[in-house]
């Protein structure tokens, strides 16, 4: 009869949990969270707490540093560059110290002594000149930096000294020496025969941490790095969680799964306003870092008309989307660049919405309502698809919102999502019609972000070649990033953002910030000039 | 004996053959260009059509159909199932292998949880029939049958994790979060079983032998396990083997629920980002594992039931 | 057999609330408070109100409307899937059953084929062969679903096959399509009837877990799976909007399941009388 018992019981837990799910909150419930959380503070406060778990929404992946394939906060722990971004400039970091020639042509670095790898190797010169060579034998992958295309040549004459020669003055250089890729150093000892274009043997680099472990698509852990050059962090273990579910993210937070939440899109508005006020948990949002927009594939039949594209301008509502999905953190974006953004603060004409005028565009370009509510012209209707980034938090909602506004002026949207991989992958390859995009913020807008748009690295290449100007827009570019002169410079900045701007190419949404939610104690958290770094060596708990 | 299962271990060959071929021709039907993708792969800045051309004589692209897919078989054997779309650095076979343990692991919880549950509650049921118990039990299945399981998860999730905070929410790692997925996938076999022994049972108790017993004034007990039950057990077990893959498929939907890092996860992901090889390796998979398994239970029930044992002869 | 339905409570008190709720979707322009597709995203995640008798969802429209025109979708597309399954299945039944032969073996074998696959896989290595959308949804569950209705519906066939009055028809040489539509049809609508509307319940879970997925309907489309969905995004901050559309999806695909069950007393009278 023992198997009665055991059935019964079972049969018992069965039946709570059963009706349970049926029933609303009870009083037990609440005593129940109190009592976990009192036990979970006490075990707290008796050790002093050194490691911290961060979440991301997907695996560290390849961390090759002079690829593109792997997470950028992964390889800022591990890798560094000759020198650092800052809010007032640069700073040296693997140069303590730089010169440049007269003509800006010639860049000597002093490279900082008795730095070691992670691995033992030396990083002077030598090693630094081996990585120039591995990143340049790659050359086709770089062509987004301009520098790439202006190189004479690297050479390193002795082991604390390190020159690069320009063929022309180059005023952008030391912030593209100073981004997470390409030009991080890792061990030579990890390249493979000197080479890094197919791969790396190991992830060994001069920065505060070291890779220590990691499971694909669980979790990955990094240790600080003993042999450190710069001041010890005082976390001395991270470990980052794979979890791809927004919900899933802030419970995991809420129990103490993990300490730290940080991103632009790993948080959604509505779980920053709910910890807002929270004592236990810091809400943090960045300035805004870059524009969330909306990319017109100009290639397109139906879009390749500017009217059309003007429309869909009109009918947006940034103000609706800022305060209904962002509820204000985010502010309305009328232009591609904001115009705190080096060179953007010119006078431009934002698109108002105005669904009237927006319906009389659509008129004018010879669009009349069809049988079943949709546009047609010539028998075609005027049905779109708009991809967004499944992994994005807000992109969903912020889809759809649009689908139901465009649908008031007959504009048929459907709307796509894809894990972050593929929509990029559809992107570069032009295979959309609207798609969701980010600026590339700071500190590559404007130059980096412009000077891309001349070559397949992104989807605008793509999305601008039905546009008649691109051949002049991007001659400008390319004048852009060589002239010496301030004002010049401006004039050909003023030209190409007007030109982008009255082609109505891109949608301007809201200013996006990145947003971070951490546990109370943890101290030392700021936002970096670099806006994918997480500053980890500058945390401690209280 | 032996020449039965022997025979029936050479029918399922054919059948076999039939999956591979259909699973071939699904990469086949697709869009994509595998040639393409290795250039991709390769990151290759820009894509021209010669050295699409260039690459598809290299990879034996523009070879016959029959003979891509005997080498792709023969590939298969080797475990070698290609390489991601969207991952290029990741083979599918390896992506497969960092899956499969999650979900053979929810599969293999959520079995003893079917057993562990059915067995006793059909039981109960059977022996008080028309009891309360027997009524509570099967008003519960009768709701159970109709709850889509996601929905049961969410249901389960929001309150045994969010509400009373007993157990996590979702994602993979330890015991406690393999719990309300497990149930979550087993409740709708339960169900079944349930209604399945108690039937059985049911059946069992108007049978010859449990009259004779009665005669022989063996006590209820006594009948009701050894013979009724034990009788009842055997189909059962039969059934629920039977099951297996079908509950190794079926958790692909609470996988999703709950972020188990499983095949099923995978494979959805997979779906949304169009990457092809990881699906066809997936049904493939659980082609096979379907056959396999049918093929066993067939043969162990063939070998322990006497009756059966004399027809396969 | 009107007069044992009509006995029936459960059979006469389903079928009246299946039509119920077939008249709510068909007439859900005129009972629907609102428009459901009306986004206004200033106003979301409202709690019940007068305006809004169910509350809003996360782009501010209304929860009862889109559960209303969620009947369309829900319920038309599992009609759909259960016709298109039952009409080839019962095809594939009766011609196996009947003809025997090759054309027997042949059905049959493919029915073993389809059969060695677990269907839950088979319909997601569908949908990503045609792509996502419902109407591929709908196909895949008839592709994968025929071949069980055909087995049973030959077993059915086979039992009346050898019954007298059809030997006596075939032997007064009335032709095959009759004695196939007039004789055995007829015969095993019983089974048919009982099956379709077991069916329907089995379809409207499949077919909501692939909206659910976001593999079945896309949005803005109210359809439950669908609805269900979008509260997944929201569980902790708004539980409750995943209340009711789950409900709704019990309810039915219950009714569906009760009237099935009452279907089978009503049309098989021994069964009762036992």
Redesign the interface.
């Known amino acids: 009869m023992k198997k009665k018992w055991c059935s019964l019981l079972l049969l018992g837990a069965l039946c709570v949990s059963m009706l349970g799910g049926c029933s609303g909150s009870s009083t037990k419930t609440s005593t129940t969270t109190e009592e976990t959380e009192t036990t979970e503070t006490t075990s707290q406060t008796g050790e002093a707490k050194d490691s911290l778990v961060f979440v991301n929404y997907r695996d560290i992946r390849d961390l090759n540093p002079h690829l593109y394939a792997g997470e950028m906060y992964a390889q800022e722990m591990l890798f560094e560059t000759l020198v650092n971004i800052t809010a007032d400039g640069y700073e040296g970091c693997l140069a303590e110290s730089w010169d440049i020639n007269e003509d800006g042509k010639i860049y000597t670095f002093h490279i900082r002594p008795d730095v070691y790898f992670s691995d033992g190797e030396v990083c002077d010169a030598y090693a630094i000149k081996a990585n120039f060579d591995a990143i340049i034998e790659n050359k086709d992958r770089h062509t987004w930096l301009e520098m790439m295309n202006l190189l004479v040549g690297v050479s390193a004459p002795d082991e604390s000294t390190f020159v690069i020669e320009l063929s022309e003055p180059y005023y952008p250089l030391l912030t593209e020496l100073g981004v997470t890729r390409p030009f991080a150093m890792i061990s030579p000892a990890a390249m493979k025969d000197g080479s890094t274009k197919d791969g790396v043997n190991a992830y060994i680099g001069t920065g505060p941490y070291v890779l220590s472990e990691f499971v694909t698509d669980e979790y990955a852990i990094f240790t600080a790095n003993e042999n450190y050059w710069g001041e010890q962090p005082a976390i001395k273990e991270i470990t980052v969680k794979v979890i791809p579910d927004n919900q899933t993210r802030i419970l995991a937070l809420e129990k103490g799964e993990i300490d730290f939440i940080f991103g632009k899109n790993m948080i959604d508005a509505d779980a920053i306003n709910q910890y807002m006020d929270s004592e236990d948990f810091t809400v943090a949002l960045s300035d805004p870092t870059s524009t969330r927009h909306i990319v017109i594939n100009t290639t397109n039949e139906l879009l390749s008309d500017v009217k059309v594209r003007q429309a869909l301008q009109h009918a947006t509502n940034k103000q609706a989307i800022s305060e209904g999905i962002f509820y204000g953190l985010e502010e309305p974006a009328d232009t591609l660049f904001a115009t705190t953004v080096p060179y953007c603060d010119i006078d431009l004409e934002p698109y108002a919405y105005d669904m009237e005028l927006a319906a009389s565009l659509l008129a004018e370009a010879g669009w009349s309502a069809g049988s079943d509510g949709v546009l047609t012209k010539n028998g075609q209707p005027l049905a779109l698809e708009l991809l967004y980034n499944s992994d994005s938090v807000t992109e969903k909602a912020i889809a759809e919102y649009l689908q139901s506004e465009y649908a008031q002026l007959g504009i048929s949207l459907t709307i796509h999502g894809e894990e972050e991989q593929s929509y990029r992958d559809r992107m570069k390859a032009g295979n959309f019609d609207l798609v969701f995009n980010i600026c590339w913020g700071t500190p590559y807008d404007p130059q980096s972000s412009l000077a891309a748009m001349r070559a397949p690295v992104y989807g605008d290449y793509a999305a601008q070649q039905g546009l008649e100007d691109k051949a002049e827009i991007d001659e400008a570019i390319t004048e852009i990033l060589v002239s010496t002169d301030e004002q010049k410079r401006q004039e050909l900045y003023t030209f190409v953002l007007t030109s982008l701007h009255e082609d109505a190419v891109y949608i301007p949404l809201t200013y996006e910030c990145n947003k971070a939610i951490y546990r109370s104690d943890m101290q030392g958290f700021h936002f970096t000039q670099t806006q994918y770094e997480v500053p980890f060596e500058d945390f401690y708990y209280e | 004996m032996k020449q039965y299962v022997f025979k029936r271990i050479l029918s399922t060959i054919p059948l076999l053959l039939i999956i591979s071929f259909v699973c071939f021709v699904f990469i086949n039907l697709i869009p994509s260009n595998p040639a393409e993708v290795a250039l991709r792969v390769r990151q290759v800045p820009i894509i021209t059509e010669e050295a699409i051309a260039e690459v598809e004589a290299e990879l034996g692209l523009n070879r016959p159909f029959l003979v891509r897919y005997v080498s792709w078989l023969f590939d298969c054997l080797k475990g070698d199932f290609g390489i991601s779309y969207v991952n290029p650095s990741r083979t599918v076979a390896g992506e497969l292998a960092r899956c499969l343990p999650a979900t053979l692991q929810l599969a293999g919880a959520s079995l003893v949880l079917v057993i562990l549950l059915s067995i006793p509650i059909g039981f109960l049921c059977a022996v008080y029939k028309d009891g309360i118990f027997d009524k509570v039990m099967r008003a519960l299945v009768f709701i159970t049958t109709a709850m889509p399981p996601y929905w049961v998860g969410l249901l389960l999730m929001w309150f045994i994790s969010i509400k009373l905070d007993l157990l996590p929410t979702s994602g993979g790692g330890s015991f406690a979060h393999l719990i309300l997925p497990a149930f979550t996938v087993s409740l709708s076999y339960i169900s079944t079983y349930i209604r399945l022994i108690r039937n059985n049972m049911l059946e069992n108790m108007k049978q010859d032998y449990v009259l004779y017993a009665n005669v022989r004034g063996l006590p209820q007990k006594v009948i009701l396990i050894k013979h009724i039950l034990k009788n009842s057990m055997h189909t059962c077990i039969v059934a629920i083997g039977m099951s297996i893959p079908q509950l190794i498929s079926g958790t692909i939907v609470v996988e999703n629920v709950f972020a188990w890092p499983g095949l099923g996860t995978l494979c959805i992901s997979s779906i949304f980002n169009r990457d092809y090889p990881i699906i066809q390796a997936y049904v493939l998979l659980i082609g096979v594992l379907f056959v396999v398994f049918n093929l066993l239970f067939d043969i162990l029930q063939t070998v322990s039931d006497p009756r059966l044992r004399k027809e396969g002869a | 057999m009107a007069k044992r339905f009509w006995k029936n409570k459960t059979a006469v008190g389903t079928v009246f609330f299946v039509v119920l709720i077939a008249l709510l979707g068909i007439l859900a322009s005129w009972i629907a408070p609102n428009d459901p597709?009306?986004?206004d995203?200033?106003h979301?995640y409202e709690s019940m109100s007068a305006q809004f008798p169910l509350g809003t969802d996360?782009?501010?429209r209304c929860i009862l409307s889109r559960l209303l025109y969620g009947i369309r979708p829900t319920l038309g597309l599992a009609l759909l899937t259960m016709l298109g399954t039952i009409g080839i299945g019962a095809l594939m039944g009766l011609l196996a059953g009947y003809f025997r032969g090759w054309v027997e073996e042949l059905i049959m074998r493919i029915v073993?084929?389809m059969l060695?696959?677990?269907s839950?896989?088979?319909v997601?290595?569908v949908?990503?062969?045609l792509g996502?959308s419902v109407q591929n949804v709908v196909l895949a569950n008839v592709f994968i679903k025929w071949a069980w209705y055909a087995r049973m519906i030959r077993a059915g066939v086979m039992q009346y096959r050898e019954k007298n009055f059809i030997q006596f028809s075939r032997c007064i040489g009335t032709p095959e399509w009759f004695i196939l539509l007039r004789h055995l049809l007829p015969s095993i609508a019983a089974d048919l009837a009982v099956l379709a509307s077991l069916d329907v319940?089995w379809a409207i879970?499949n077919i909501?877990?692939m909206s659910?997925?976001?593999?079945g309907v896309?949005?803005?489309t109210p359809e439950w799976?669908a609805m269900?969905n979008e509260?997944?995004?929201?569980?902790?901050?708004n539980?409750s909007q995943?209340i009711f559309p789950?409900l709704a999806?019990?309810?039915l695909?219950?009714v569906f399941?009760l009237m099935g069950d009452a279907l089978r007393d009503v049309l098989d009278p021994k069964e009762v009388a036992k």
């Open positions: 597709y009306a986004a995203i200033l979301k996360h782009l501010g073993d084929v060695s696959f677990p839950q896989v088979m997601f290595a949908v990503a062969l996502i319940g879970i909501s877990t659910f997925l976001g593999l896309q949005a803005p799976g269900l509260a997944k995004n929201v569980l902790t901050s539980p995943m789950g999806i019990v309810v695909v219950s399941n």
